[in-house]
């Protein structure tokens, strides 16, 4: 079986390796990849910038859906042929957040999707919307649950109200969507015009060039009577954050996701007090909040943006596609053709 190994950090550094994968031990399946979903933590992953003592060989990339091939014993949760996406943070399952699920996330430290079968818990594993393919659902388990976690599970988004969101990747263009669908009104930011007008097809509300329109967050409570957004999704970090804090009403929340202008920098405190903010970190979601997520989508029929395909043989090519930022919505590699 094909696998990718990361053998030092670095896009270069990544090499295509044929092992043989064991049988699924007790509590745990194997699942035949058909396809992978880039996210953002992929890159920082593979260059060390998001764990420097990651220990090396490493399978890299988080997100994967698939078939599952083998159970181990005592499996019942899944059956041989089910068709399941994997799920992040693998040791959430339901309720609060603790801090040891962080040693649970697939892509590292647990191990990645990027390989033709992979070995996983079986409670790691999610069916995924009916007339979905492998491709679609392999960007349900960071991108779209981290939208939904930052709506729902954080933003308690109504009907009516605005949400805010911050460039057209992934988590942003999944936000965007799924927004739509509960009722709110979208605003929504990107650095080119030809996006933004893809925002809008998707029914985006509102539409701000980010480069054009430096003082964007301006630009949001002139659209909002002054008030500013009552969510704030934001993907970018620090880079962004104050400008994030002045776009959202008071008494608004902001759910902080992103790190796309890295992981430290300097906030005016006094924004979050003055204006009794919220700022909620988030770590996507749960498994019982991807299996209501599932839910929704299904009833509502939201199919996901795939901008870019790419073979499995050419998953660097894919990852330096994300690196440069070309991309709207979702990069995904077939594992198998037909995946
Ligand atoms: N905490 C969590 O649970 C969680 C989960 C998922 C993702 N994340 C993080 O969230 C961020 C987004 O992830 P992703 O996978 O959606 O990334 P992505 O698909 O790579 O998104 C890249 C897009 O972000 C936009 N962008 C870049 N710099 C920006 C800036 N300064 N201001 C506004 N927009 C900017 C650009 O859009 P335009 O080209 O339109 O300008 C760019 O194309 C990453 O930092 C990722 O690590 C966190």
């Avoid at 599932?294 to 043989?313: L, S």
Wanted: aromatic letters at 6%.
């Amino acid at each position: 079986m094909q696998a990718y190994q990361l053998e030092a950090f670095g896009l270069d550094h990544l090499r295509r390796t044929d092992s043989a994968v064991p049988p699924p031990g007790p509590g745990e399946v194997a699942v035949d990849v058909d396809a992978l979903s880039l996210n953002y933590r992929d890159l920082m992953v593979i260059k060390g910038l998001y764990n420097p003592k990651l220990r090396l060989p490493a399978v890299p990339v988080s997100d994967g859906a698939g078939v599952v091939s083998a159970v181990g014993a005592g499996v019942t949760r899944v059956r041989v042929g089910d068709r399941v996406a994997s799920h992040f943070v693998s040791g959430w399952i339901d309720g609060p957040f603790r801090q040891a699920y962080l040693a649970t996330t697939l892509g590292t430290p647990a191990t990645g999707l990027a390989a033709e079968r992979v070995i996983l818990p079986a409670e790691a594993v999610v069916p995924w919307p009916a007339g979905y393919s492998a491709a679609e659902a392999a960007t349900l388990p960071i991108a779209a649950l981290t939208a939904w976690s930052a709506l729902v599970t954080v933003g308690d988004v109504r009907p009516g109200q605005t949400v805010l969101t911050l460039g057209t990747g992934g988590v942003a263009i999944w936000t965007l969507q799924l927004a739509k669908a509960m009722g709110a009104r979208v605003i929504i930011t990107s650095s080119r015009d030809d996006k933004l007008e893809r925002c809008r097809a998707l029914g985006a509300d509102v539409t701000i060039n980010y480069t054009r329109e430096p003082e964007w967050d301006a630009a949001v409570l002139e659209q909002t009577s002054g008030e500013g957004a009552d969510l704030t999704v934001e993907t970018a970090g620090p880079g962004t954050l104050d400008r994030s804090l002045k776009a959202t009403r008071a008494g608004g929340t902001v759910a902080l996701l992103g790190a796309l202008t890295g992981r430290q920098g300097t906030v005016t405190t006094g924004l979050i007090l003055m204006k009794r903010l919220r700022v909620c970190g988030i770590m996507v979601d749960s498994r019982a909040a991807f299996e209501a997520m599932n839910r929704f989508i299904a009833e509502k029929r939201i199919r996901p943006v795939i901008d870019r395909t790419f073979p499995f043989d050419r998953l660097v090519d894919a990852l330096r596609c994300l690196e440069v930022g070309e991309h709207f919505g979702k990069i995904v590699v077939h594992v198998r053709e037909d995946g």
